[in-house]
């Protein structure tokens, strides 16, 4: 479930070779430096592995060492290697990009990295950890809204969120994925286990996602991530995605607030752009007229640090933070 992804990654995304030389800012422990071995074993390449995510060092050990290939794969850690003061695109080998983000980020950080072909994945740990990658050979545009196809053996379809209807393409709902990369399900829990699969062997991701008519996969956050403000359904990369567009701001996570009207609300917490400056009352007018208005955040708050796991920010916390702020829990 985990080889054989690595290898199709590595042979028809990435066009590994004995020459490449990889540089994973991620901890060992992660899926995101698994694949990366496993694809670099097949292609004869070299992985520039690190203990933990450091930007001052991986900066350097990929710009010393030749890399070629940077598997940074998450924003927080793209964003922290572009904005370093040390980074210095012209003095990188690098030509390819692994990265995720919202659209008008990825484009931003594409920007700044003009030497090398940033491309976007979509995947999950019970799918053996990557499903699609985008195309070095596709266009801007596609390569920074979509992840991409699925491997050859994968099979995806969306289906609406209420209803369970296999939906066409341009339709987002929840991706389910059918094919060799998919687990055999989790250890002991047979609920669990009959909840996420359909008695025809599709897994529900529990991620919400659209396929564009060639069927690349567009990923627009986890079902959880979805709010439900006074009953109209409001994706949070959404928000996210426009937020992004604001110059000040480097980075943006929208979660749910609670609200005595509309049940729950959506609450923008904001990393800003080192040395630039904006206020809740600047960043809710941007958005006003952009989007409905049930969907400009209600609250923004300004945070230095994010909540992690290894490599991830957890929403959870910050909907637990606002919540305790607004005094419901």
Not at 40 to 49: H, Q
Not at 127 to 133: A, D, K, L, Q, S
């Amino acid at each position: 479930a985990l080889v054989r992804p690595a290898v199709e990654a590595g042979r028809t995304r990435f066009f590994l070779g004995p020459d490449d030389r990889m540089g994973d800012p991620l901890p060992l422990v992660h899926m995101s430096v698994l694949l990366p071995i496993l694809g670099g074993l097949d292609a004869g390449a070299a992985l520039l592995a690190m203990e933990w995510v450091d930007p001052d060092v991986a900066l350097a050990y990929m710009r010393d060492e030749g890399a070629t290939v940077n598997f940074a794969s998450f924003p927080t850690i793209t964003e922290a290697l572009l904005n370093h003061p040390d980074w210095d695109d012209d003095a990188m080998s690098i030509r390819l990009v692994n990265n995720v983000g919202p659209p008008d980020l990825l484009v931003s950080m594409q920007e700044r990295m003009p030497s090398a072909v940033q491309i976007s994945a979509y995947g999950m740990t019970e799918c053996g950890g990557v499903i699609c990658f985008g195309d070095v050979n596709d266009t801007l545009e596609k390569r920074s809204q979509t992840s991409g196809w699925p491997f050859r053996g994968i099979e995806v379809q969306i289906r609406d969120l209420e209803t369970d209807e296999v939906l066409s393409p341009g339709n987002r709902g929840e991706i389910l994925v059918r094919g060799y990369c998919v687990f055999e399900g989790y250890y002991k829990d047979p609920d669990k286990n009959a909840e996420a699969f359909t008695d025809d062997g599709w897994f529900r991701t529990g991620d919400i996602c659209a396929l564009d008519e060639d069927g690349r996969v567009t990923y627009d956050g986890r079902v959880k991530d979805m709010l439900k403000v006074g009953g109209e359904n409001v994706a949070a990369a959404e928000i996210e995605g426009l937020l992004s567009q604001h110059p000040a701001v480097m980075l943006a996570q929208v979660v749910s607030a609670p609200d005595n009207k509309y049940i729950e609300v959506p609450a923008a917490f904001i990393q800003l752009v080192d040395g630039a400056s904006a206020s809740e009352d600047e960043l809710i007018e941007f958005c006003t007229g952009k989007v409905a208005s049930f969907k400009v955040p209600r609250y923004v708050r300004f945070v230095t640090e994010w909540p992690m796991s290894a490599t991830k920010i957890q929403k959870v916390k910050l909907r637990e933070e606002i919540a305790r702020e607004l005094g419901t829990t």
